[in-house]
């Protein structure tokens, strides 16, 4: 049987939805009538997280594939880069293909600007974390730009007047897996498909109610949660500091002898293997109860030893 471990998440109310006090009081009453504990909670300000770069650190890869990194330089499938260049019109090539900071320098676009032509085109996902689509202004020949979303994202939560409140969840898998926690509590990604009675569906159904001044959509869909053990323990020691401590399930790793390096690479979303199948820690963990999850990394941990 699986060690009994605790599930622990992080969930933050994002800055377009923390002002407002009728928020937050549903997210608590939700959390806690679905059977999730408030281990701590706090408020961060925007000035506090621009410097300590915790939205570039929370959205590691997206952040990176935005900023830094020459999309050209990443493995894209054939498959994918015929699908970006069908739905743009532009082909995958020098001089084409550009990350959302040099679009902006490109093409001379606010962070806000950039976004707006974002949401206007078509995107497609070429892998985790990476996403592409056809930037297209007046005056600029048109860009396949990737993760064009991300700069307008990061400036909502680094504006001086920002703010985001954080919870630190802990709840039991016997009496809320993870899954329901998701599904149930937080809602869907998407507002529109969020199921009745979960947070996200609440705001989007009755935006005027909880005082938000525009209907929620994809981005601004006014909760975060970790979509696994794993995620939760790296938010938690991004948001937090480790003022709260390492998870139970950190601490469990430990104890099963998982190398310190090796913790690492799986709290960075590294490279896993379980049942023959290879992909990012978290994609592999995403919606696995806790005692699942550890006894999934030890016995990948076991077959590369």
């Known amino acids: 049987m699986p060690p009994t471990l605790d599930n622990q998440a992080l969930v933050f109310i994002k800055p377009h939805a923390a002002g407002s006090p009728a928020v937050a009081r549903f997210v608590r009453e939700t959390l806690e009538r679905r059977g999730a504990h408030i281990a701590a909670e706090g408020c961060l300000d925007g000035e506090t997280i621009r410097r300590r770069g915790i939205i570039e650190n929370h959205y590691a890869a997206i952040a990176a594939f935005a900023l830094q ?3 050209l330089d990443v493995p894209v499938s054939a498959e994918k ?13 020098p001089g084409s293909v550009l990350h959302a900071a040099a679009c902006q320098e490109a093409m001379g676009l606010s962070a806000a600007e950039l976004n707006t032509a974002w949401e206007r085109s078509r995107y497609v996902k070429l892998a985790p974390g990476l996403y592409a689509a056809k930037i297209q202004v007046p005056g600029h020949p ?11 994202l990061r ?4 504006l001086p007047d920002a703010r985001v409140l954080w919870y630190d969840v802990r709840f039991s898998p016997a009496r809320l897996p993870w899954r ?7 809602g869907a990604t998407n507002p529109a498909e969020a199921a009745p009675g979960s947070i996200r569906e609440a705001l989007f159904r ?3 109610r909880f005082g938000l001044p525009e209907k929620p959509t994809v981005q601004l869909n006014g909760v975060h949660a970790s979509a696994g053990p794993l995620e939760g323990a790296r938010e938690r020691r ?3 500091e480790n003022r ?24 960075d979303n590294g490279p896993m293997t379980w049942k023959g199948v290879t992909a990012p820690a978290f994609d592999l963990l995403e919606d696995v109860d806790a005692p699942v999850a550890l006894e999934r990394i030890l016995e990948a941990c076991r077959a590369t030893a």
């Open 180 to 186: 329901e926690f998701r599904r149930d509590a937080v």
């Open 81 to 93: 880069r015929a699908a970006i260049e069908a739905a743009a019109g532009v082909p995958w090539a």
């Open 206 to 208: 009755e935006p005027d």
């Open 244 to 267: 709260a401590g390492d998870s139970e399930l950190v601490a469990a790793l430990r104890q099963g002898e998982v190398p310190e390096g090796r913790i690492r690479e799986l709290l």
């Open 69 to 71: 990194r020459d999309p």
């Open 142 to 152: 048109p860009r396949i730009t990737v993760n064009g979303f991300f700069p307008r």
């Open 238 to 240: 991004i948001w937090l």
């Open 155 to 158: 400036e909502r939560f680094v």
